[in-house]
């Protein structure tokens, strides 16, 4: 791509817009994805606010939904991104889509140090395949093979069937696939899912609880000043450890597990704490390959744009 490339990363909460020129990323800004009834409406009103943007002929977006050539519709909002209206209403000449977390694993060998918090674990291997997944409206889950310049494997992982790691989780389990169904891992560890893991332990406990969103829990819980925030986000964490040990071992993952999204950033110093690591590590014969596997918590804000830009560069 030549010229400056627009690169956006597109949330069921948030969409995120920069311009990428002379290989430097410009202000990230932020948009609320339930503020506006189209894609287009947003990306409208950041081209119009520099005249400048009106310029771009180059897209690259990273959508948090499956990926049909160039169309998505996004897993958990009610947005529609679509290469070809994009190109008839804003007259881009080329539009790239891919998946949000695909971008996301792009980034992982380029993020810096500084942006990363060890979980455990021994030295990753630099050859071997990297692994990236994460809960935030959803749970995307991709991974890095560094390989013949490096390949991208992306997937829809996030919606596997979870199985439970204890009777507890099993009573869980069995009283959201009464409401739900099919139970993925994507109903217990999203933003979505923390509030469905509260009322759910709720009502096996016999409470009548006021309605939280998931970030009042998760500060109830750090905080200690709900009990049943604090189990909510207890399970939570153990769930991501040990569907995230499941992934390291479907992918022999030891170029290291990177865990980001938005939800985990904001208990940085609850996570380590909590039994994730320890259910990452408990898979039986196979509990000596994946305590070897480092695990990594992104702390950076926007790994996406990360990605984005390399694969800009590679384009």
Same mark, same amino acid.
């Given at each position: 791509m030549t010229g400056p490339t627009l690169l956006a990363d597109v949330g069921g909460t948030n969409v995120r817009f920069a311009?990428?020129?002379?290989?430097?990323?410009?202000?990230?800004?932020?948009?609320?994805?339930?503020?506006?009834? *189209?894609?287009?409406?947003?990306? %409208? &009103?950041?081209?119009?606010?520099?005249?400048?943007?009106? $310029?771009? #002929?180059?897209?690259?977006?990273?959508?948090?939904?499956?990926?049909?050539?160039?169309?998505?519709?996004?897993?958990?909002?009610?947005?529609?991104v679509d290469a070809k209206t994009l190109r008839g209403q804003f007259g881009f000449a080329d539009v790239k889509l891919i998946n949000d977390f695909e971008a996301v694993a792009w980034s992982l060998p380029r993020l810096p140090e500084i942006g990363l918090r060890k979980l455990g674990g021994g030295d990753r291997r630099t050859e071997a395949l990297m692994l990236a997944l994460g809960p935030g409206t959803g749970l995307g889950v991709a991974a890095y093979v560094p390989q013949a310049g490096g390949l991208v494997?992306?997937?829809?992982?996030?919606?596997?069937?979870?199985?439970?790691?204890?009777? *507890?989780?099993?009573?869980?389990? %069995? &009283?959201?696939?009464?409401?739900?169904?099919?139970?993925? $891992?994507? #109903?217990?560890?999203?933003?979505?899912?923390?509030?469905?893991?509260?009322?759910?332990?709720?009502a096996l406990d016999g409470l009548s609880l006021p309605e939280l969103r998931a970030s009042e829990i998760s500060r109830a819980a750090i905080a200690g000043t709900c009990a049943t925030s604090r189990a909510s986000l207890d399970i939570f964490c153990g769930v991501l450890g040990d569907v995230a040990g499941n992934f390291?071992?479907?992918?022999?993952?030891?170029?290291?597990?990177?865990?980001?999204?938005?939800?985990?950033?904001?208990m940085r110093d609850y996570l380590p704490t909590s039994q994730f690591r320890a259910r990452f590590d408990a898979k039986g014969r196979m509990s000596a390959y994946v305590e070897a596997i480092p695990v990594y918590l992104i702390l950076h804000d926007d790994p996406a744009f990360i990605g984005l830009t390399s694969i800009a560069e590679r384009n």
């Open positions: 311009v990428l020129a002379d290989g430097a990323i410009g202000p990230i800004e932020h948009f609320r994805v339930a503020e506006y009834q *189209r894609f287009e409406d947003a990306l %409208a &009103l950041y081209l119009k606010a520099d005249s400048r943007r009106k $310029a771009i #002929r180059s897209v690259i977006l990273a959508v948090a939904g499956v990926v049909e050539g160039d169309h998505s519709a996004l897993t958990n909002s009610p947005w529609v494997l992306h997937s829809e992982g996030g919606h596997v069937t979870l199985a439970g790691g204890s009777p *507890r989780e099993d009573a869980i389990i %069995a &009283l959201l696939r009464s409401r739900f169904g099919h139970v993925s $891992a994507e #109903r217990v560890l999203s933003g979505p899912g923390l509030q469905n893991l509260y009322r759910t332990i709720a390291a071992l479907a992918f022999g993952a030891e170029g290291g597990v990177f865990v980001g999204g938005g939800i985990v950033p904001h």
